[in-house]
């Protein structure tokens, strides 16, 4: 069974940084396209940017520049830096993995920015 496990979430100051990290067990982690959600209160959850099983990425626009996705295949691990962080960045932040028909989710940690 596949299993997605999010760390590293918590409060920081407006511009500050924060490293999101997420461990996937139960398969092989190189198969599998990546990404990372958020979720805001009343809000619909969204693509903040998203790593192929080739390296390829994508950001969404509010966090080009900001935000950088990577992942470590050795490791099973998919992170998110995050730096110059905003109070508009607050939200539950879930990993997801896709293969084929098969998607995957982890359960979310909460990234609050805030002075």
């Known amino acids: 069974q596949v299993q997605l496990v999010e760390s590293g979430g918590g409060l920081v100051q407006p511009g500050g940084s924060l490293r999101l990290s997420c461990v996937v067990s139960?398969?092989?982690?190189?198969?599998?396209?990546m990404g990372w959600y958020r979720q805001a209160p009343g809000k619909q959850r969204e693509l903040v940017a998203a790593?192929?099983?080739?390296?390829?990425?994508n950001y969404a626009t509010s966090v080009k520049g900001r935000f950088s996705i990577s992942r470590d295949s050795a490791k099973n691990t998919l992170y998110l830096q995050m730096n110059s962080l905003k109070p508009e960045d607050t939200a539950v932040y879930y990993c997801?993995?896709?293969?084929?028909?098969?998607?995957?989710w982890g359960q979310g940690t909460q990234v609050t920015v805030s002075s």
């Open positions: 790593i192929t099983r080739g390296g390829i990425t």
């Open positions: 997801n993995a896709q293969r084929l028909a098969f998607e995957y």
């Open positions: 139960g398969s092989i982690f190189s198969i599998f396209d």
